[in-house]
């Protein structure tokens, strides 16, 4: 069984660039949802979706925009970034909606850093 | 911003010792996630509640599920070194199935364990 895979693990930008990570969800999986995670600070939800389509958002403005493809993969895209988008960004993926345990997988996080 | 608030930010106990931590928040939640997190990692579970005053183990730990649905405590049993780390209490406040797994996580409290 494969787990939640991101790339790339780390990057730098500057403000006002734009950035696209990516996802591979867990083998059987057909939900993926991102996370936000600041220093010192529990994740926070942006979005989710769930057979490629939008299910639900966090409290993030448009600029941070998603994709789910149809072998359920996803990217994350944030546009025009901002110091504060310093964060670690967390995929996880779940079985789906059906059988909503609130059991999440994350992947190990691409680490943003804009200077 | 978060709801769901965990204190204090750092936990130092010696090995062997047990070790309580507790989650509130001012809002009801209907589903109740222990997660943990090592160092570059994702977080993983360890635990879900799914009832109100549900009291449930795996292996050395225990979670309950407070009867307001407004907390949870977690307790770590006979600590060893590899219970270091970052545990957050997280909740969902949907109801039904069908549903997107939004989750709320608190900030998180760091574990040290000395040997």
């Known amino acids: 069984e494969t787990g939640v895979t991101q790339s790339p693990t780390h990057l730098i930008k500057t403000r006002g660039q734009q950035v696209t990570l990516r996802c591979s969800s867990q083998s059987g999986h057909n939900t993926v949802s991102w996370y936000q995670q600041a220093l010192g600070q529990g994740p926070q939800f942006i979005f989710q979706y769930y057979r490629e389509e939008e299910n639900g958002r966090g409290n993030f403005p448009p600029r941070f925009s998603g994709l789910q493809f149809p072998n359920y993969s996803s990217e994350l895209n944030v546009n025009a970034l901002e110091l504060d988008d310093s964060a670690l960004y967390l995929c996880a993926s779940s079985p789906g909606l059906a059988e909503n345990t609130g059991e999440l997988f994350f992947g190990e996080g691409s680490r943003l850093t804009v200077l | 911003g978060q709801q769901l608030n965990q204190s204090p930010q750092s936990m130092f106990i010696q090995e062997g010792e047990d070790v309580s931590m507790n989650c509130t928040s001012s809002s009801i939640f209907n589903t109740w996630l222990w997660y943990k997190q090592d160092p570059g990692e994702g977080p993983v579970l360890l635990i879900a509640?799914?009832?109100?005053?549900e009291l449930t183990s795996n292996g050395r730990l225990t979670a309950q599920f407070g009867i307001t649905r407004k907390d949870s405590f977690l307790n770590i049993s006979a600590s060893i070194p590899s219970d270091v780390g970052i545990y957050f209490c997280?909740?969902?406040?949907?109801?039904?199935?069908?549903?997107?797994?939004?989750?709320?996580f608190g900030k998180g409290i760091t574990l040290s364990v000395r040997p």
């Open positions: 997280a909740g969902i406040r949907s109801t039904f199935t069908g549903a997107n797994s939004k989750l709320t």
């Open positions: 509640l799914y009832k109100a005053g």
